[in-house]
């Protein structure tokens, strides 16, 4: 080969393989960069609402519909629901309606569906999860944010307690009666069920949505974050700030509750008077300062978490293991128990 | 002609090609910069009132339609806010206390909800139950 020759095919060979190193280049960093990014930048739409006395974050995606009509979707539903199951307001609620009739009242399913779940979680609690203490959260002033809230008599409270409790509650198929005057307050369940049906609307949009509803604390998950990671979900320390973290789990699917005597409360003479009543006195629960649940479905973990808070680290909160539910429960010492379950959900 | 002229890829070959493989492992093992640039921002019933740096000092008084609801107290130098005061019965959004980048404070009688922004490591919570 002439030695131009030669020269020519060198130079051809240098362009060449520049072009090619220069392109594999680009190619390899434009990767590394989507892969990096992409994290982050997943289209999650986020909506915020007052719905059920609490701010709802519902934090959605879906590539094969609008993830913002998605969200107002959801939120729609949710705030048909607490529309529907409101005890105090009247308007469209079914739940005013039937505190204050005289007599028998035939319901829609939904309703009767989550009637027939209140009672079964009273019964199986033994009373700690209660959806008959209407006249008592009247009585404390938790009816609503706005009363005046206030510590009642004794004479009060006993009163109150006689027009309470989850045995003044029968339901036949759909017809329910209120026997000695009891007034239903489903807060306890209403709300977990109201965004497990919004989660089941949006996946109804779209199966692959991914996302989160979070109603005050109470989490129902949609999908996996970004498709493919666990949602890494902190547990409020009952006595640290808005910020403090106690414990971590991560959840790609499911629901996780936590009721705490820390958020809705008011102090007289320095003693805190929370929501969470305990039916058989007609005071706030004292056995524990904060109780999570992890189940399927956040209707069960609302429920739960309720009775767990109530009956504080017991064979009955162990038996929830039995109901396909996890719960970690911190005394009023700030001790710490666990389901043997609930020690998988820590790792990611 | 030599064959090592010839040859399509020479060990020099080799080392531009795996380089980049590395540089991009590298960059797309980078966690997502923590920068702070928090804002923080008011919503009255979802509507933005209200919205100013982390890192700047001040105090804001939070009105609708002329009605005080609460005062917001934003400390530039520990990059937190508080609502040191408010009408509502509870007066649950003043003991929330302190936040920073990633935490909100919600007053539900007033429908005011002061969340602080800015980018977090990909590495913390995503959500907290409570």
């Known amino acids: ?348 | 002609m030599k064959r090592n002229d010839l040859q399509f890829f020479s060990r020099l070959d080799l080392f531009f090609i795996v380089t980049p493989i590395f540089i991009a492992f590298f960059i797309a093992a980078i966690p997502q910069a923590s920068g702070k640039n928090g804002v923080v921002t008011v919503y009255i019933s979802g509507e933005l009132v209200y919205e100013q740096p982390l890192t700047r000092t001040a105090t804001w008084v939070v009105k609708s339609d002329g009605e005080y609801l609460s005062t917001l107290v934003v400390d530039g130098s520990k990059e937190k806010v508080k609502l040191v005061d408010s009408n509502c019965p509870l007066k649950i959004c003043e003991r929330t206390g302190w936040v920073g980048i990633g935490g909100s404070i919600v007053c539900v009688p007033n429908k005011i909800v002061v969340k602080v922004e800015g980018k977090t490591k990909a590495s913390e919570i995503d959500i907290v139950t409570w």
């Open chain 1, 1 to 348: 080969m002439r030695k131009a020759d030669r020269k020519d095919v060198l130079k051809k060979r240098i362009v060449i393989q520049s072009i090619v190193f220069l392109t594999a280049i680009l190619i390899f960093l434009a990767v590394a960069l989507w892969m990096n990014f992409s994290r982050g930048s997943t289209a999650y739409v986020e909506k915020d609402e007052f719905v059920f006395g609490t701010l709802v974050r519902v934090v959605v995606s879906s590539e094969k519909r609008d993830p913002k009509a998605i969200a107002d979707a959801m939120i729609q539903e949710m705030k048909r629901l607490e529309s529907k199951f409101h005890p105090y307001h009247d308007g469209n609620s079914v739940i005013f309606k039937l505190n204050h009739a005289t007599g028998p009242v035939t319901v829609d399913e939904e309703t009767a569906f989550l009637i027939s779940k209140s009672l079964y979680y009273s019964e199986i609690t033994a009373g700690a999860f209660d959806p008959a203490l209407g006249r008592l959260i009247k009585l404390w002033g938790f009816d609503s944010p706005d009363t005046k809230k206030r510590v009642p008599t004794s004479e009060e409270i006993a009163k109150a307690l006689e027009s309470s409790g989850y045995a003044n509650v029968e339901i036949h198929s759909k017809e329910v009666s209120l026997k000695n005057h009891a007034w239903l307050d489903l807060g306890g369940i209403a709300k977990g069920y109201a965004v497990d049906q919004a989660v089941r609307l949006a996946k109804k949009i779209d199966e692959n949505a991914t996302g989160f509803v979070d109603a005050g604390g109470d989490i129902a998950i949609i999908g996996p974050k970004f498709g493919q990671f666990p949602w890494k979900i902190g547990i409020r320390d009952p006595r640290g700030g808005p910020q403090d973290i106690i414990g971590v789990v991560y959840l790609s699917e499911g629901a996780i509750a936590t009721s705490g005597d820390y958020e809705r409360y008011f102090e007289v003479d320095g003693v805190r008077y929370h929501h969470i009543f305990d039916s058989k006195t007609g005071y706030p629960a004292r056995k524990s300062i904060s109780a999570t649940v992890i189940a399927e479905k956040l209707v069960d973990a609302d429920a739960l978490s309720t009775a767990a808070f109530v009956l504080g680290w017991s064979k009955i909160v162990e038996g929830f293991v039995g109901l396909g539910a996890q719960a970690m429960v911190i005394d009023a010492e700030g001790k710490i128990y666990k389901t043997k379950g609930f020690v998988a959900y820590e790792k990611e």
